[in-house]
């Protein structure tokens, strides 16, 4: 069966709309992945954090896509450090960009928002710290359990402490997987160990 001369066309239209909108997006993203490596550099924020800012970038293009590479980068990793146990000042990230300082907080607390309402469960956090110090799944199981035990005193904390605390009291507290939970984490062994204090077992 022949295709009408106007299908045709109107096909190769939207293939071109599609390819189009998929180069848009890579350079999009290729634009703000370098300014996060560049700002990451001059800041010196851990990997942690950075991989946080990356993931906060492709979870939530669209919230961001419409704004400048510079002030995304900033306002992502500004957020991420955050969310990783390591806030920095505002002015830190400044110093390091010409992002306009209005635009960085409007993303930024767009980001807050839309984060708090989406907010990963905690047994997230768990697994992917156990996958990181190679911890077997039953010890994952275990923190998982300790910290349903204490719901309450989660509230508002930041997770990635929590989880590592619950997987270090799960682990028997081994001495030497504490620097790693901690370092796993982008936390200190300090914080863990005043977290895994406040657990009940």
Not at 39 to 64: H, N, P
Not at 66 to 74: C, D, H, K, N, Y
Not at 151 to 179: I, Q, T, Y
């Amino acid at each position: 069966m022949a295709v009408k001369p106007e299908h045709g066309v109107r096909w190769r239209r939207l293939a071109k709309f599609h390819r189009d909108a998929l180069h848009g997006y890579e350079r999009r993203l290729s634009a703000i992945g370098g300014e996060l490596k560049r700002i990451r550099e001059c800041v010196g924020l851990s990997q942690r954090a950075v991989e946080e800012a990356e993931a906060l970038v492709k979870r939530y293009f669209d919230l961001v896509a419409s704004f400048p590479p510079e002030v995304v980068a900033v306002a992502v990793l500004w957020t991420a450090a955050k969310a990783a146990g390591a806030p920095r000042p505002l002015e830190d990230f400044l110093k390091c960009s010409k992002a306009e300082e209005r635009r960085v907080r409007k993303v930024a607390w767009r980001l807050k928002e839309v984060v708090k309402l989406g907010r990963r469960p905690i047994e997230d956090y768990v697994k992917t710290l156990a996958a990181r110090v190679n911890l077997p799944a039953p010890v994952a199981k275990a923190a998982v359990d300790i910290l349903e035990r204490n719901r309450r005193l989660l509230f508002g904390k930041n997770p990635w402490v929590w989880a590592a605390a619950a997987l270090w009291l799960a682990s028997l507290k081994r001495l030497g997987l504490l620097k790693a939970l901690a370092e796993a984490a982008g936390t200190t062994p300090t914080s863990i160990r005043n977290a895994a204090n406040r657990l009940k077992v």
